[in-house]
């Protein structure tokens, strides 16, 4: 019985290490007398922007200028930005991580299951 419970701990361990790759960054925006600085965005970043007027929009970007960011629909000024999540080009996505969670799961109950020979108490 004591090897499924560490089978069980590795893998809660393993999904919340897997979980945080998934996640949107939050990223500051600066704001100066000149206006609201450019902030570290790249072209295929996906993004999740939350307006002044509290819309929010969620894209892929595909060209960052000297004052905002572009979509495919979408053009947001750094200026009308309340917040700015993002995750990086490359970065797994939650479905991605939720299926190599899942396997990381049952391969470790499948494990503990059967390194398990049986004969425990139940104690």
């Known amino acids: 019985m004591n ?3 560490r089978t069980v701990a ?3 361990a393993s999904i919340f290490l897997a979980s945080g790759c ?8 600066a704001r100066t ?14 993004v999740v922007v ?6 929010k929009h ?6 960052v200028e000297a004052d905002a960011l572009r979509g495919e629909r979408d053009r947001i ?6 917040s700015l999540g993002v995750q990086k080009k490359g970065e797994m996505h939650f479905s991605k991580t939720a299926l190599i969670v ?16 049986g004969s425990g108490s139940g104690y």
């Open 3 to 5: 090897i499924l419970k």
């Open 77 to 82: 000024a750094f200026a009308d930005m309340q």
């Open 102 to 117: 899942g396997a990381v799961v049952l391969g470790a109950v499948a494990v503990g299951a059967a390194s398990s020979d």
């Open 33 to 46: 007398a000149q206006g609201t600085e450019r902030p570290a965005v790249q072209v295929g970043d996906n």
């Open 22 to 29: 998934a996640q949107l960054q939050n990223v500051p925006l």
């Open 58 to 63: 969620k894209f892929q970007v595909t060209s």
């Open 10 to 12: 590795l893998a809660m």
């Open 50 to 55: 939350t307006t002044r007027d509290g819309a």
